[in-house]
């Protein structure tokens, strides 16, 4: 079945469709996702995923999982990739089977960004799972510099930032697992966001030399765009948030929303994580 956004057509994705997700994932990314990861999604049925098409064209994809992968298969694998020099991409995951959707991969080719074609993915995705998902916590991981995405999962998946995502502990076969490292963020619906500025209680903005907060709510002033856009100075500055953070999310406080400074009437040029204490 096809849904149609004007000239945007989104339908499923199959085993035949894999060639064309890893060319948009390594047009997006630099990076790949491994055939044999993307097989048994579709094999073992552990997930759904979905292409987005502009002019007969496919322009971005989506995948969620409902089952964690199978490790086992698919490390040593990722390891003879990674020894070959193969830039790839891999998250390991924990899900709650059957209480969870795990939102996997997202990529939108670099020309078609900005355009909404991801929160047509995720809502499409959404409305037409063979079951019914209302229910389940929606997760992920994502970037902690990845701004525009996470406005996107508050947005769209009413996530909030819940959590450091740590290098994975396992071992595989004697082998340290590979996996998602901690510059990422782990996304739960759990916790509402909040993504209206008038719901911001505050303007204390918390700044790299301070201890830890002891407040219910403040702001961590942080940068727009991706890490390798900024200057070395703006790297260290994210840098120290990405150290404060690492502590303070680990049951103590959330980050509710990401807003920029012109919506809090703050910093124009900064943006700015709202955090809320648990």
């Given at each position: 079945m096809k849904k149609s956004f004007r000239l945007l057509q989104i339908r499923s994705a199959t085993i035949k469709d894999i060639e064309t997700i890893?060319?948009?994932?390594q047009a997006a990314f630099a990076a790949h996702v491994i055939r044999e990861e993307l097989e048994?999604?579709?094999n073992e049925e552990r997930g759904n995923a979905f292409?987005?098409?502009?002019n007969n064209t496919a322009v971005g994809y989506l995948v969620i999982l409902y089952e964690n992968l199978d490790e086992e298969k698919l490390q040593p694998l990722l390891r003879k990739a990674k020894k070959r020099g193969e830039p790839i991409m891999h998250d390991d995951t924990h899900i709650k089977k059957g209480s969870q959707l795990y939102f996997h991969l997202l990529g939108v080719l670099p020309s078609q960004q900005n355009k909404g074609i991801g929160h047509k993915l995720l809502e499409h995705a959404l409305a037409t799972l063979p079951f019914d998902n209302k229910d389940l916590e929606r997760t992920t991981c994502v970037r902690v510099n990845n701004l525009a995405s996470i406005r996107l999962l508050?947005?769209?998946l009413r996530m909030s930032m819940v959590s450091r995502?740590?290098?994975p502990w396992e071992k595989i076969n004697g082998h340290p697992m590979l996996g998602s490292v901690e510059t990422n963020f782990n996304a739960s619906s759990k916790i509402e966001p909040i993504t209206t500025p008038s719901r911001v209680n505050t303007r204390k903005?918390?700044?790299p030399k301070y201890k830890q907060p002891k407040d219910n709510e403040f702001l961590v002033a942080i940068t727009h765009g991706e890490e390798d856009e900024l200057d070395p100075a703006v790297i260290e500055q994210i840098n120290q948030v990405m150290a404060f953070t690492g502590e303070a999310l680990e049951g103590k406080y959330v980050i509710r929303g990401v807003f920029k400074g012109i919506e809090l009437d703050l910093n124009p040029n900064l943006s700015y994580?709202?955090?809320t204490k648990v």
């Open positions: 890893q060319a948009i994932e048994q999604i579709f292409l987005a098409h502009q508050s947005k769209v995502k740590s290098p903005i918390w700044l994580f709202y955090f």
